[in-house]
DNA sequence: AGTGTCGCCTGAATGC
DNA sequence: TGCATTCAGGCGACAC
């Protein structure tokens, strides 16, 4: 459930505890995660030092000194906690993967579901990896406007819900941003890709924009708070406007629910979408 | 090449 | 109460 929002927010939140550390140790309590972990993660991490901490779609790139990069997804249910000092930590149930660094921190990941990967490349690689080569534009930057929208889904016929998902069209947007990102727009979700028009798609690049960036900072102050609680960093909760309110108001709502029925829910490629049909019918 | 479907995995919620 | 079923979803694999 992680999108961007919520990778970026981890991201930020590791940031001031892995600069400039170096890796000590490195523990893997399975051997797979999604997939199995690099057979020599130990030798490869183990006494590099971190330089830098980069994001690309929902992979958290850790740069080190050795010229590798210590690639983290968090996939589904992924979260990373972090142990400052030394302090007592017992092991929980599905933590996978411990890092312990020079200035005694560790941090340590932590999947139910284990969709997330572990995996290392080397820098050379960085561009051509089969888990990047593909990848679409980065919503927040600046290769990302509405003529290569245009572009991509040029003569799709799948919806343009199921487009906003396709990491090769653009990447970060997971099923809550696409649904949010769409009711902002007044865009029906069913509608097929390749037909929504240049003005409509101005629009949604506006409102993907927004919609990442509005919770990347309310994933800002998720961060203070749970810092203050404990380590933890992942998945935070939101307000929605639509998604996960099925039969309720939308967050602008002025419809007659009792006419209207509120919120619905349907099926799309087997993920559930919610969307305001009286103000999404473009 | 584009599209549709399935499987991975666990825990929470629901059904009988 | 307890057991079985359903659902959640990022993303790769696979079939057509």
Redesign the pocket.
Known sequence: ???LPEVETVLRGLEPHLQNQKITAIKTYRK????PFPKDIKQTLEKAKIISLKRR???ILINLDNDMILSI?????GSIQIITNGSNYDLL??DHFEMTLSNNTRIIYND????G?IFTLSQDDLVNH??FV?LGPEPLGNAFSAEILKNRL??????IK??L????VV??V???Y?CEALYMTGLNPEK???KVSLNKLEDLVQSIRRVLSTAIEAGGSTLKDHRQVDGTLGYFQHQFNV??REALPCGQCDCNIGKTGGVK?I?Q????TFFCPPKQKG
């Open positions: 459930m992680p999108e797979d995660l999604r997939i779609a929902k992979y997804h968090l996939g589904m249910s149930k599905h139910p579901r284990r969709f990967m089969k888990a593909h040029k003569g799709k016929t799948v919806s199921q487009a998902l396709d990491q090769t990447v970060g997971g099923n809550i696409a097929q890709a390749g998604y996960d829910r099926v490629s087997g993920r559930s």
